[in-house]
């Protein structure tokens, strides 16, 4: 995803395996071969961390066309005709290996397979022969390259070392000392990436032993991640220990909820059941990282206080008589819409859609919270750009929800739908609530749904396809990773139905049809569709906004345009 | 079409018709003599050769000890997916068994849906599942032809074991480290 096309003069051409690549200056064998589609297998080497080569299983044979020390000039190859190359006669790291013009690179030669396998055995001998109970086992760097690179017996006949098998490094991540490899990437990544220096290797040799400072523990909220960069099962998420295989989980690309950042994530779900939540590569939002609490927002989906039933007056009841008590509110007039920064852009499309057939403004609460500098940033709604692209709403939005409580005390409001906001939260009083009629979308109970007069369950992110757009204003789409709950309608659908119900005419609710409106009626967004998106998200056109004081602080690749405003605003 | 089948003219032999009877009788009492073949099955069980595929079971080591470890390989490997397993840890207080650190906490396998392909044996790193002798499996509902995880061990028994893999392991664990 190079914007510019590089210069002439920063690539590079090497040759790996006979075929030439032109790469940019800078970058290593691992990542040119892999531009040529050669895997070298290495443990150690990440590409967004340091360089530190102590795994040595990528070793390749390397050489340089031949010049003649006297004169410079090239010494040519008289059988071939070409310049003679001079192969350097001991293996060499790739990825400690940068590219410089005319490299030769020979990732597969005897010398090099030769080297791996030696490695492999070595790594091997005091691996313990823990697969069929470790949890990396299907997703192990270390089980994959053996049965490349082994020898499929051990020729070690003396005792297999000795180490702790479940130390809790901190409160989400175990550790079985057996199974490292010592790649070190886990302090690298600790060090490097979420500046919390606690791991680190005591002893020495094959009784090397990861262990963390003492008297502190891996507890910042990053530190799952040293979980999905370990290539072996030394550590491992306490929350997945013991689960499921991996083999048997399906993965939806998915988007994190829990602020502005949109990092991109992959949900691992068997069977309609989530069981983990990943982060997916994108190197313009979030590399190769996730929070820890974007990792357990997948506990809302089946957790006690869900919404499961449509319920009027606090009675359960069906889909179809909640929505007809609900057109009925609609259709009585002096109705307030409050819209949410955490419904998708469709949702909100149709949120505007149904705003303008009451001939009301929808009003959207913000939440705000401290920003950690790397992923979470201070707005924690993942999509208040959303509802300015589709034109939801015009101003950035406050905490509370003030213009709408003056509204109530003053008699002006009757109904108040709320879709997916807690209407409490955002500053209504109890007192407040009962004097309107409340209609209520959401995925949860809380004071909101207990207050209000019809109750209509909706989905959470991980039960519905749709697109949010990021800090950035980079639209982004999620997929359906499981079925929603039995009962429960799309949340397109509702609101669909909802605006027919007020008068905004018959809108499209699958995704295809909604997008070609969407882009016909939305400028920053003509000629885009969701089911185009790239994975990685289409950057759109900010420079309306761009006077906006948005709240959030500078992120991983993330620089705000002008000073963020007070926190509190 | 019709065509016309030319009937062969009886002998003498034939004719006369008892030769006939004597011959049929011979044959009769000569299987009067001679030892059954049949089995007077369910009272008598066949005797079964080893190597018989029959109902898959979850066998215990010979210290009675449970030796799957719940890795789903068989879940994974059984062609109708028969087999359903939740995983879980091994509970601390199981001296025995805490460092084997997973096991089952449920095991089931639908014997309406096995076709004793024997795979989840073959497949089995611990050597815990076998297809053991029991080849009749009846029930009167759907729910009584999954076998769980106690039935399973019900059937399976305790067979030998040659590795005792875990007990090793428990034992180097125990020796520890000499640098340490």
């Not at chain 1, 149709?350 to 979470?376: E, F, P, W, Y």
Request: charge should be positive; charged fraction near 20%.
């Amino acid at each position: 995803m190079s914007s510019a096309p590089a210069k002439p003069a920063d690539l590079v051409t090497v040759n790996i395996d006979g075929k030439e690549i032109a790469v940019p200056k800078g970058t290593n064998v691992i990542e040119a071969a892999k531009l040529v589609g050669v895997e070298i297998p290495h443990y150690c080497y990440h590409p967004k961390l340091s360089i530190v080569g102590n795994c040595r299983m990528c070793l390749i044979e390397m050489g340089m066309p031949a010049v003649d020390p006297a004169t410079k000039a090239p010494v040519m190859d008289a059988a071939t005709g070409k310049q003679k190359i001079n192969w350097i006669p001991r293996p060499q790291i790739g990825c400690g290996t940068n590219a410089s013009p005319g490299l030769h690179v020979k990732t597969s030669s005897p010398m090099a397979r030769e080297a791996r396998e030696g490695v492999t055995e070595f790594l091997l001998i005091n691996h313990p022969l823990d697969c069929p109970i470790c949890d990396q086992a299907g997703e192990c760097k270390l089980q994959e390259h053996s049965t490349a690179y082994g020898r499929g017996y051990s020729r070690f006949i003396e005792q297999k070392n000795v180490k702790p098998k479940r130390t809790q490094l901190g409160p989400r991540v175990t550790l079985d000392d057996e199974r490292c490899i010592l790649c070190s990437r886990c302090i690298r990544f600790s060090k490097e990436i979420a500046k919390d220096d606690v791991l680190g290797f005591i002893d020495r040799g094959s009784y090397s032993t990861l262990t963390c400072y003492p008297g502190k523990q891996l507890e910042n909220n990053y530190s799952l991640n040293t979980v999905d960069i370990c290539p072996v099962g030394a550590l491992t998420s306490t929350d997945f220990r013991f689960k499921m295989r991996v083999w048997f989980l399906k993965q939806t690309p998915s988007i994190d909820t829990e602020s502005s950042v949109g990092v991109n994530t992959e949900v691992w779900s068997r069977e309609g059941v989530l069981y983990r939540i990943t982060p997916r590569r994108n190197d313009a939002v979030n590399d190769t990282w996730l929070a820890d609490s974007g990792r357990m927002l997948y506990k809302q989906v089946k957790a006690d206080d869900r919404l499961l039933a449509p319920a009027i007056g606090g009675n359960s009841t069906g889909g179809d008589m909640a929505l007809k008590a609900a057109a009925d509110l609609l259709k009585a007039g002096s109705v307030a819409v409050v819209s949410s920064g955490r419904s998708s852009l469709e949702e909100q499309f149709l949120t505007k859609k149904l705003a303008d057939a009451l001939k009301t403004q929808a009003s959207l609460v913000s939440r705000v919270g401290q920003g950690d500098r790397l992923l979470i940033s201070s707005d924690r709604n993942p999509n208040v750009r959303g509802a300015l692209v589709t034109g939801l709403i015009s101003a950035l939005p406050s905490q509370k929800l003030a213009g709408l409580a003056a509204d109530i005390d003053a008699g002006k409001v009757k109904t108040v739908i709320s879709v997916g906001e807690d209407l409490t939260a955002a500053g209504l009083t109890a007192a407040q609530l009962a004097k309107v009629s409340v209609i209520y979308l959401g995925t949860h109970n809380n004071a909101t749904s207990a207050a209000a007069k019809v109750v209509i369950p909706t989905l959470t992110v991980f039960e519905k396809s749709g697109s949010f757009v990021n800090q950035q204003f980079r639209l982004q789409k999620f997929a359906k990773a499981v079925p929603g709950p039995a009962g429960v309608n799309d949340d397109l659908v509702t609101l669909a139905e909802l605006v027919a119900a007020a008068g905004g005419g018959i809108l499209p609710f699958a995704l295809g049809q909604l997008w070609t409106q969407i882009a016909a009626e939305t400028k920053v967004l003509a000629g885009l569709s969701h089911a185009a998106l790239p994975a990685t998200g289409h950057l759109l056109d900010a420079s309306a906004w761009a006077g906006l004081p948005f709240c959030e602080g500078e992120t991983l690749h993330f620089k705000p345009a002008a000073v963020p405003a007070a926190v509190n605003a | 079409m019709a065509y016309v089948v030319e009937r062969k003219s009886l002998s003498l032999s034939e004719r006369l018709y008892l030769p006939q009877i004597v011959a049929g009788m011979k044959v009769t009492l000569k299987h009067l003599f001679k030892p059954n073949v049949t089995l007077e099955y369910p009272d008598v069980r066949p005797a079964i050769p080893p190597g018989y595929r029959g109902v898959p079971t979850l066998v215990k080591d010979p210290n009675g000890r449970e030796k799957c470890v719940s890795c789903q390989l068989c879940e994974f490997v059984c062609p109708p997916k028969a087999i359903r397993i939740t995983p879980g840890e091994v509970p601390a207080n199981q001296p025995d068994r805490a460092h084997v650190e997973k096991g089952p906490q449920a095991f089931d396998i639908d014997m309406l849906r096995c076709i004793y392909c024997g795979l989840c044996q073959e497949v089995c790193p611990e050597e815990a599942i076998f297809l053991q002798n029991t080849f009749s499996m009846t029930g009167y509902t759907r729910a009584e032809m999954v076998n769980d995880k106690a039935k399973l061990y019900e059937l399976g028994g305790t067979l030998p074991d040659q590795h005792f893999k875990w007990d090793k392991k428990k034992a180097a664990e125990e020796r520890g480290n000499p640098h340490h």
